[in-house]
């Protein structure tokens, strides 16, 4: 299936996803990399992979999410795109973009869903004392983080963690995730 990865900065899962997919026999092949920032660092590295990028500033945009949404709906079917993967995408998505690409786009999430949706998982996981943190891959569907859930990777939570060195052990566990979660999700979709 073409994959479209949607990034707004260092685009670290975005590059695990291109790696798994220089296997010929992987299911998804990138098409686009887009991302709404314009200085997002993973643009850089999608373009040294060859890859097309594409930057569609929001802020040129103001408030209309959906003028800024059609513009990227628009590049993303020009591209071809069959499945989308968000990837540290930090933009929410309104109800009509989500419809029009729902049930082929997916994001990944540095929580153990439902636990935690939103930002700050890590600190929040730590706060209440639980013994273990993660990250999941879903389906995006209209509420924020609230889709179905694809696949997970658990990590333990060990006394003095901050935030960074929790965000430091999920992170390598998020690159071996997404890549295989999208493959499951290519498969669900082809079936
Ligand atoms: C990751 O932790 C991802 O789970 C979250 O944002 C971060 C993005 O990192 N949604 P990167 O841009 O993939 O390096």
Known sequence: LNLAILISGRGS???????AAE?????????????NRPDAKGLETAAAAGIPTLSIDHKLYGKDREAFERALD????????????LAGFMRVL???????????????????LPKYKGLDTHQR??????????????????????GEI???????????????TLAARTLPEE????????????QQIRR
């Open 13 to 19: 899962n975005m590059e695990a996803l291109l790696s």
């Open 23 to 35: 296997d010929p026999a992987y299911p998804a092949k990138p098409v686009l990399v887009a991302s």
């Open 74 to 85: 628009e590049a993303l079917t020009k591209a071809g795109t069959e499945i989308i993967a």
């Open 94 to 112: 309104t109800p009509w973009f989500v419809m029009r690409w729902e049930g082929r786009m997916i994001n990944i999430h540095p929580s153990l």
């Open 125 to 146: 996981a730590i706060d209440a004392g639980d013994a273990e943190a993660g990250c999941t891959v879903h389906w995006v569907s209209a509420g924020v983080d609230e």
């Open 150 to 164: 694809i696949a997970q990777a658990s990590v333990p939570i060990l006394p003095g963690d901050t935030a960074d």
């Open 175 to 186: 690159h071996t995730l997404y890549p295989r979660a999208l493959a499951l999700a290519c």
